[in-house]
Nanobody, 113 residues
Framework: QVQLVESGGGLVQPGGSLRLSCAASGMFFSINIMDWYRQVPGNQRELVARITGGGSTNYADSVKGRFTVSRDNAKNTVYLQMNSLKPEDTAVYYC???????WGQGTQVTVSS
């Protein structure tokens, strides 16, 4: 059974940074695409960043140049480094393994002064 567990969310001031982590188990992690989504109440989940098994990355236009997705296959973990955070980045962030149809429980990120 695939399990994804996010951590690292919290409250941060505008302009600050956070690093989210997503630990995966129950899957052959290194070959799988891993996504980060976010969701604001009342809105659909938005794809924020993607990293392939080969390390190629894609980002939503709204986070390009500020967020960086990476992975450590030895630790079965994917990361989302978020810099220059803005209030509009406030959301619940979810880790997703699309080929396994697996989601984490989400971690709240709040950007506020």
């Amino acid at each position: 059974q695939v399990q994804l567990v996010e951590s690292g969310g919290g409250l941060v001031q505008p302009g600050g940074s956070l690093r989210l982590s997503c630990a995966a188990s129950g899957m052959f992690f290194s070959i799988n695409i891993m996504d980060w989504y976010r969701q604001v109440p009342g809105n659909q989940r938005e794809l924020v960043a993607r990293i392939t098994g080969g390390g190629s990355t894609n980002y939503a236009d709204s986070v390009k140049g500020r967020f960086t997705v990476s992975r450590d296959n030895a630790k079965n973990t994917v990361y989302l480094q978020m810099n220059s955070l803005k209030p509009e980045d406030t959301a619940v962030y979810y880790c997703n393994a699309p080929l396994k149809n697996a989601w984490g429980q989400g971690t709240q990120v709040t950007v506020s002064s």
